[in-house]
């Protein structure tokens, strides 16, 4: 049994997979990721200009206990989630999402996301908070979704979640937002 637990803790579910790595001033391009993450950043940090995603099988990018600095992420045709994050911060300066299969932005477990501008085009959620992460966004557009914004408890062990846009403008959707009776939206004014 101990080695089946040393051999699944060496496996990588990203097709590149970034493991405590720090970044300064890097682009990564990635297309036709035919694994469950195109791009796997686990316990990294620094400061990345642009990421860009392409034809993802499963989902686009993951990132997991990591601190980065973002200038641009673009992701078009996901089959799952653009971009998804756990345990970690975030400041994202821009962010284009375009045919996200399941959340444009999908942020759990304890996150901390910061985004100055994002568009999310054709997704069933557009950003989703959740299992006590917080969520602040100055400007998003977010068209053809479900639900534009979506905010809740999943696991039992954390609270739900929480999300604060400044400006926003959300159409052609079923929702506009969405949240349980444990999380929060706010609408800076």
Known sequence: LNNLINYEKEIFTGCLTFENIYFHN??????????????????SSGYINT???????????DFDFSN???KEIKISNAGNDCVDFSFGNHQITKLELQDCGDKGISVGELSKIFIDESKIVNSYDGIVSKDTSKIKIDNAIISNVENCFSSYNKKQEFNGGYIAVKNFNCSNFNNQINIDFRSNFIEVK
């Open 51 to 61: 990421i860009n995603v392409k034809n993802s099988f499963s989902d686009a990018l």
């Open 26 to 43: 890097i682009d990564i391009v990635s297309s036709d990721g035919r694994c469950e993450d195109s791009i796997n950043f686990i316990n």
């Open 68 to 70: 980065n600095n973002i």
